[in-house]
C-alpha cells in the first residue's frame, strides 16, 4: 500500500537523539546545542511591519512572491554576488529552503538519464532532505564522503565516468552542514564545468552565507556567471532563517535559470503553500536592510574566539570557516552524546545521525556536532562543560 522506497528509510536524527537521551537524567543544568535554530535577535522593526499589513492576512497571497519581494531579494544578489537574476523569470518566493531543495528534485530530475536510473549525489554527511528529494521521484542518491581528507566537500569530480554519466543532479551545501566548510572559487568552477561537461544541475545550499569569519563565501551562481555556464546549471536556495534569525517566518528563495524556475512555479501552483502576504511585505524590508546581518555576523566571529580558544587543545579540532555548527572529533559521537548528557546535561548530535553508512563506513561517526546558538555566555560555559568531560 505505501511505496517501498521510503520503507527502509532510518529514522530522523532528533527522534533518535530523544531515544538515546531521553530516558537518562541530565547530569547538570540542560543546554540545548543540537539543533540549528538561531537565538540572535531579529530586527525589532519586522513585527511591526507585519502589523501594519495584517489586513493581508484577509487574501491569498502571490504564489511566487511579491513583485516587490522578488525585485528585492534580486537587489540582494546583486549586492552580495555581483549577479542580477530577472525578478520576473529567474526567483521564485519560498517557505524556506527546505520547501525549494525538496521540490527541486520533483520538478527538475527527469525520470531517466540516458535511458537509466537517474543519480543524485549528495554530500555525506548532509541536510536529510537532499536525500528524502531524490528518493521521492525514484532517483538513486549517491552519498560522497565529505571528509577532512577532502577538505570537508564532497570530491564529485573522483566519481568515475560511468556514474556521472547518470547523474541528474548534485546537491551541495556551501558553507556546509554541519562542518562549517566552504566552497571556494576553484572547486565552484571545477563543479559546474563537470556539470557542464556530463549535464547535469547542480542545487546549491546556501542558507549559511552570510555567517563567515572574514571573507564573503562565494556563491555558485556567482561563479556561473563569471565563467559564461549555461544559466540552467545552477539553482540557489537561500533564506532568512540563518541570515535574519527568522526560522518562524518561513522566508527564502530559489533563483535559477527561467526554465528551471518556469518549472518549479508549475509545480507549486499545484502543490505549493505561498508565504502569508504580510510575511512577504515583511521579508521584502529584511532582505533590503544589512546592518542587522552585519551585527548578526559580529555576534558569530566572537563566537568562533571563543570556542577556538576553548577547544585549541584538542587533536583534530578545525574551528569551522563558517557557519555556527561545531564539528568536534572524538572516538564515537553516540558514546560521547550519551556521556555529555549524562554527566554534563550539554545536549549534542551524534555526527552519524547526519550521515550514512557506505561500504560500513560512516564518515560521521568520529563526530559531535555543537550549533553555537546560543548567546556566547551560555555557549562559552556549555563548551567548557562539553570539553571538560569529553575530552578531559
Not at 537523539?17 to 535577535?41: C, N, Y
Not at 504580510?278 to 521584502?284: D, F, H, K, Y
Not at 576553548?310 to 555556527?324: N, S
Amino acid at each position: 500500500m505505501f511505496p517501498d522506497r521510503f520503507s527502509n528509510l532510518p529514522e530522523y536524527a532528533f527522534p533518535r537523539l530523544r531515544a538515546l537521551l531521553d530516558h537518562h537524567q541530565p547530569g547538570g543544568d540542560v543546554a540545548h546545542m543540537t539543533i540549528g535554530e538561531p537565538k540572535h535577535p531579529f530586527p525589532d522593526w519586522v513585527p511591526g511591519v507585519i502589523a501594519d499589513n495584517a489586513a493581508g492576512f484577509n487574501n491569498y497571497p502571490p504564489n511566487d512572491g511579491t513583485p516587490g519581494l522578488r525585485g528585492a531579494i534580486s537587489d540582494w544578489l546583486k549586492r552580495r554576488f555581483g549577479v542580477k537574476p530577472d525578478p520576473d523569470t529567474q526567483i521564485m518566493v519560498l517557505n524556506g529552503t527546505r520547501e525549494g531543495l525538496y521540490n527541486a528534485c520533483m520538478a527538475l530530475v527527469p525520470e531517466k538519464v540516458r535511458g537509466d536510473q537517474p543519480l543524485i549525489l549528495l554530500p555525506n554527511p548532509f541536510y536529510q532532505v537532499y536525500m528524502i528529494g531524490a528518493i521521492s521521484v525514484d532517483a538513486r542518491p549517491v552519498m560522497v564522503p565529505a571528509t577532512r581528507a577532502t577538505g570537508y566537500l564532497p570530491d564529485y569530480s573522483g566519481l568515475p565516468t560511468d556514474m556521472l554519466n547518470r547523474v541528474a543532479a548534485v546537491y551541495i551545501c556551501s558553507p556546509s552542514n554541519p562542518q562549517g566548510a566552504v566552497a571556494d572559487r576553484a572547486y565552484l568552477r571545477e563543479l559546474i564545468g563537470l556539470a557542464e561537461q556530463f549535464d547535469f544541475q547542480i542545487f546549491a545550499d546556501e542558507c549559511y552565507s552570510e555567517i563567515y569569519r572574514d571573507t564573503p563565501p562565494p556563491g555558485a551562481m556567482e561563479v556561473a556567471t563569471e565563467m559564461g555556464a549555461d544559466p540552467e546549471r545552477v539553482v540557489v536556495f537561500h533564506s532568512l532563517s540563518k541570515r535574519s534569525n527568522l526560522p518562524g517566518l518561513r522566508s527564502g528563495f530559489v533563483a535559477g535559470g527561467p526554465q528551471s524556475i518556469a518549472r518549479l512555479k508549475q509545480l507549486r501552483a499545484y502543490a505549493g503553500a505561498p508565504v502569508p502576504l504580510p510575511l512577504q511585505i515583511a521579508s521584502e524590508r529584511v532582505w533590503a536592510d544589512e546592518e542587522h546581518v552585519i551585527e548578526n555576523r559580529r555576534l558569530y566571529q566572537e563566537k568562533y574566539d571563543v570556542a577556538d580558544a576553548l577547544m585549541a587543545g584538542i587533536q583534530g579540532y578545525k574551528g569551522p570557516e563558517a557557519g555556527f555548527f561545531l564539528w568536534l572529533p572524538v572516538e564515537d559521537g553516540e558514546t560521547a552524546a550519551l556521556k555529555a548528557w549524562k554527566e554534563t546535561g550539554v545536549r549534542v548530535l551524534p555526527g552519524a545521525y547526519l550521515a550514512r553508512d557506505v561500504d560500513g563506513s560512516n564518515p560521521g561517526k568520529g563526530y559531535i556536532r555543537a550549533a553555537m546558538v546560543a548567546p556566547k555566555h551560555e555557549m562559552e560555559h556549555a563548551l567548557i562543560r562539553l570539553r571538560d568531560c569529553i575530552y578531559s
